[in-house]
């Protein structure tokens, strides 16, 4: 069975601080990874895609890394704010499908 | 563009009665999904559609639980009748016209009582 987890499941640091969010994925033959942001009531948006050919894409103060051998992925936060208070989901997209099967989530908070 | 749009943003109903949300999917977009979101579950696929066609319906929990695209612009996911543990927020979303990022909307808020 595929599954994505995300873990730790919530995550508090001061602000200033470069952090790290963790995805695993149980299946190799995987299509493509995004990365999104979910502030309360409100929609997902997409940080960061990752095609399978990839190992890493950057936007702005965000990396994200694949690593289709071990299963795991990462979303490096640097220099961290109080307005990147959110959760922060995965979503995987295995080859042959164009489902994509979410994590549970990092609820991310940033202290002033 | 306006992004996805869903509606209503919030429905609160009795226990029986049925159920219809609503989505518009971004222009040019042939891929459309609808998700569910619970505390305890995440977020759950529970069907999707390619050119206005469903290719997967698996993640639709039961009989009760049907969604229609009758053209590009449109998708309706309907429930009767409802139950309390229908509550959670869905979401539509979609992607295509080349690219591969999903897109959601704000969601719609389902309180059944």
């Known amino acids: 069975k595929q599954e994505v987890t995300q873990i730790p499941a919530a995550l508090s640091v001061p602000e200033g601080e470069n952090l790290v969010l963790n995805c695993s994925f149980t299946?190799?033959?995987?299509?493509?990874l995004q990365w999104f942001r979910q502030d309360p009531g409100k929609g997902l948006t997409s940080l960061l895609l990752?095609?399978?050919?990839?190992r890493e894409q950057t936007s702005g103060r965000l990396n994200a890394s694949l690593d289709k051998s071990s299963g795991r992925s990462t979303l490096y936060i640097a220099a961290s704010q109080p307005g990147d208070s959110a959760t922060y989901l995965c979503?995987?997209?295995?080859?042959?499908?164009?489902?994509?099967?979410f994590g549970t989530g990092t609820r991310l908070k940033v202290l002033a | 563009d306006a992004g996805v749009i869903q509606s209503p943003r919030h429905e609160v109903t009795e226990m029986g009665q049925e159920v219809t949300l609503r989505c518009k999917p971004i222009?040019?977009?042939?891929?459309l999904f609808w998700y569910r979101q619970t505390m305890m579950r995440g977020l759950e696929l529970l069907i999707y559609?390619?050119?206005?066609?469903?290719?997967?319906d698996s993640g639709m929990p039961e009989d009760r639980f049907s969604a229609k695209m009758p053209n590009a612009s449109f998708s309706t996911l309907k429930i009767q009748p409802s139950e309390p543990r229908d509550s959670a927020v869905y979401f539509c979303?979609?992607?295509?016209?080349?690219?591969?990022?999903?897109?959601f909307g704000n969601g719609t808020r389902l309180t059944v009582t």
């Open positions: 979303a979609s992607s295509g016209g080349g690219g591969l990022t999903l897109h």
């Open positions: 299946d190799s033959a995987i299509y493509n």
């Open positions: 990752i095609q399978s050919s990839q």
């Open positions: 979503a995987a997209r295995f080859s042959g499908t164009y489902k994509y099967i």
């Open positions: 222009s040019g977009h042939d891929y």
């Open positions: 559609f390619n050119n206005n066609v469903p290719i997967d």
